[in-house]
């Protein structure tokens, strides 16, 4: 029996064992279910749970992106509204709760138009007659520092962001004690012919003699046609008419050629009713104080004692083409070419070779030390204010300047006043800032304008995208001059076939200048504000006006550039300075409200081929020199594929995302900047652009001697054009680059 009890106890506890773990009694079963089924049930609900809360976040989530980003569309006027906002709404019980302020949508056609109502005629004549009366604003001296307090004022009543003053202390020259004297001299005593009031800043003070030479506008190929005559040029006085280039690139072409003086005066042919007049001018070959190149002229920088090397180093002065016709007379050699006459009878090359007549040239120009300020306005971006565009003028004249300085400035505070206006009482809100710029000491060759830039030189090409020139905007009426980067072509057209035209009824500008308008692009020069800003910081300009071709303004930079005589050239003076406005208003407006920077880099695409087309013909002479030309063709390859590439970035972009779109819109904004030269020092040579600047790096002067090439092959110069193709292949290589944008993206098989 123990036996047996023993047997069932032991049973008994393996049955419990068991249903413990595996099978329990059925009435404890129905009672608590097993530990293990219990945890499997909770997970599963806790996972659903979690995941109908994902569910439902991302569908809220969806909904509000959705919303807000319409909302956003909505308020910058950049895309298609679909919302409907209303201006209340109501709680659960039906009550009236607080209104939602709905900003006032600005679309690009509502700027435009509120720009062209807001642009006033009666403001635009009440800034011009600010100059009426008085005879000279030269830069430094009382007018001029009158005229700088005023326009600060202005900007300060039209609640600019911010309003302030740059200043500079420049070395100017000055006239003398008493006029500079030009003397004929013959077999008896020297003879007065002239001793005009006007000067020409940056010549040398120094009395000279030489024989007078004729040089026609002192253009290269008209030195190469004296020389074909067989006429000595070596220590004569060149005179030659004003027009075609800058009276420094003249008086430089009369330095090289060996010459001692230079004259220079108005040609009945291109300016009409000017016998008398003698123009201002200056002589320096560059931007900016002279004695300061490359260093920013202010007060407590202590300058090197170096000068510029675009200083003439002869004595330069303008005379009357009176004094001219007087001077021609006396002259008794060959007779000028039937295209050289100018409009003046009797017009000579030179004198004879038995001819003792010779002309002395009296230059007693001082030098002076003087203050000059530039005054600037700025409305700040709301998304970007550290990317801007700059609207300037020239704000200072040697005579009253109505057209050179006078009608810049007006357009300059009218444009001013009105944009502010919409900021503050119109609800615009522009992303990007736009800074009002009045320029001192541009008679001198721009240099209130590239001091500025000199010295901001570091940042500015990074943050400034596009300036836009106001200077001499109406010299006439019946043709349009059109100077611009390539990068802002698209946008000026896009323009012009928004602006009406002021001179023929219900048409717009571009049914003027037609579809081929690229083509008669004028080429910045030297006297340009916006030449600077291109060829030395590489920002993209524009520089738009009114003229009458073949019928110059005659009174640009002499005494009688007065109202009356600008109104006298043109009966639509001020609808024309409306016009002029307008599109530097719209091109302002444009640039700062668009997402996306509005520059076309694919214009420098088909500006390089046309490069590569001009030099194609000179294949076979370069390779017989033991060198190619396809290096240069690769480099230009590499620009197109960086270009397309960039263009696909951009189309297939988030343009929500502020930070890819800004990411984007600096790799446009350096296109311009990566055409300088970065294989030149900007002190040696300031202009480093190699579509714009000056030098032998640029391409223009590897086409030249190309062509010299062709011409006279022992003229060639080796190891220069190895030179200038390896600056032009690496420089176009280095553009390529940085628009691709990563480095790791980089074609590097050139």
Not at 418 to 426: A, E, L, P, Q, R
Request: some cysteine; proline content about 5%; glycine content about 8%.
């Amino acid at each position: 029996m123990d036996g047996d009890n023993s047997h069932v106890e032991m049973k008994l506890a393996a049955d419990d064992e068991e249903g413990g773990e595996i099978g329990r009694p059925e009435h404890l079963h129905a009672s608590m279910p097993p530990p293990r089924r219990n945890g499997k049930n909770l997970c599963f609900i806790v996972m659903a749970a979690v995941l109908l809360l994902l569910i439902g976040f991302l569908i809220g989530y969806l909904s509000y992106r959705g919303r807000m980003q319409r909302v956003n569309r909505c308020l910058d006027g950049s895309g298609n509204c679909e919302m409907t906002p209303t201006a209340s709404y109501f709680s659960d019980d039906g009550t009236e709760e607080e209104e939602v302020p709905v900003p006032r949508i600005l679309y690009w056609p509502d700027l435009r138009n509120m720009l062209s109502a807001k642009l006033s005629v009666g403001h635009l004549e009440a800034n011009l007659r600010q100059r009426e009366g008085k005879n000279s604003f030269e830069a430094g001296k009382f007018e001029d520092e009158t005229t700088a307090s005023y326009i600060h004022d202005q900007f300060t009543s039209f609640r600019l962001d911010d309003v302030w003053n740059d200043e500079h202390y420049i070395r100017l020259q000055d006239k003398g004690s008493s006029n500079n004297q030009v003397f004929i001299i013959e077999d008896g005593p020297e003879q007065l012919l002239e001793s005009p009031d006007a000067y020409v800043a940056y010549s040398k003070s120094d009395t000279v003699t030489g024989k007078p030479i004729y040089v026609n506008y002192g253009r290269k190929e008209d030195f190469q046609q004296i020389r074909n005559m067989g006429v000595p040029m070596n220590g004569t006085i060149i005179i030659f008419r004003a027009g075609k280039i800058t009276l420094a690139e003249k008086a430089a072409n009369a330095r090289e050629e060996g010459a001692v003086g230079v004259l220079m005066y108005l040609g009945p042919s291109d300016y009409r009713n000017t016998d008398l007049l003698v123009p201002f001018g200056h002589a320096h070959l560059g931007t900016g104080d002279p004695y300061t190149p490359g260093f920013p002229s202010f007060n407590h920088t202590q300058f090197p004692p170096v000068e510029s090397s675009g200083l003439p180093r002869i004595p330069v002065q303008t005379i009357s083409s009176q004094a001219a016709a007087a001077l021609f007379r006396k002259m008794d050699g060959e007779k000028c070419l039937e295209e050289w006459t100018s409009g003046i009878m009797g017009c000579k090359v030179t004198v004879s070779s038995s001819s003792k007549m010779t002309v002395k040239l009296a230059v007693n120009n001082i030098m002076v030390d003087r203050k000059i300020l530039n005054i600037f306005g700025v409305i700040k971006g709301f998304e970007e204010p550290d990317r801007y565009v700059v609207l300037g003028a020239q704000r200072d004249s040697w005579g009253p300047g109505a057209a050179k300085a006078g009608v810049g400035t007006a357009i300059l505070l009218e444009l001013a006043r009105v944009i502010s206006d919409m900021v503050k009482n119109d609800d615009y809100k522009p992303r990007r800032s736009i800074i009002f710029a009045s320029w001192s000491a541009g008679e001198y060759g721009a240099v209130g304008a590239t001091e500025w830039l000199e010295g901001y030189t570091t940042t500015l090409h990074a943050k400034a995208f596009t300036y836009i020139n106001l200077d001499t905007a109406v010299l006439g009426s019946r043709h349009i001059k059109i100077s611009a980067s390539p990068l802002l072509y698209s946008l000026l057209e896009a323009t012009m076939k928004r602006v009406k035209d002021p001179t023929m009824d219900s048409r717009y500008l571009y049914n003027r200048v037609g579809s081929d308008w690229v083509k008669r692009v004028v080429p910045l020069d030297l006297d340009n504000a916006a030449f600077p800003f291109l060829a030395y910081s590489g920002i993209p300009v524009v520089s738009f006006g009114f003229y009458d071709e073949g019928d110059e303004y005659s009174f640009l930079g002499t005494t009688q550039d007065t109202l009356a005589n600008l109104k006298a050239k043109t009966d639509k003076l001020y609808p024309l300075m409306h016009t002029a406005a307008e599109v530097a208003g719209q091109i302002a407006l444009r640039l700062t409200h668009d997402h996306e920077l509005f520059l076309d880099f694919d214009r420098y695409s088909e500006e390089l081929l046309s490069f590569q087309e001009k030099i194609l013909p000179f294949d076979s002479e370069v390779k017989a020199l033991g060198l190619t030309l396809k290096w240069l063709f690769y480099a230009r390859g590499d620009f197109q594929r960086a270009a397309d590439a960039l263009r696909r970035d951009i189309a297939n972009s988030d343009r929500e995302n502020r930070i890819v779109r800004r990411s984007l819109n600096d790799r446009m904004m350096k296109v311009e900047y990566d055409f300088l030269s970065p294989y030149l020092s900007p002190k040696d040579a300031p202009f480093r652009h190699i579509f714009f600047g000056k030098g032998s790096h640029t391409l223009q002067s590897l086409l030249e001697n190309l062509q010299q090439l062709e011409v006279n092959k022992d003229s060639a110069h080796v190891n220069k054009l190895k030179e200038q193709l390896a600056l032009a292949t690496w420089t176009i290589k280095g553009a390529a680059n940085a628009l691709v944008g990563d480095i790791w993206n980089t074609d590097n098989e050139i």
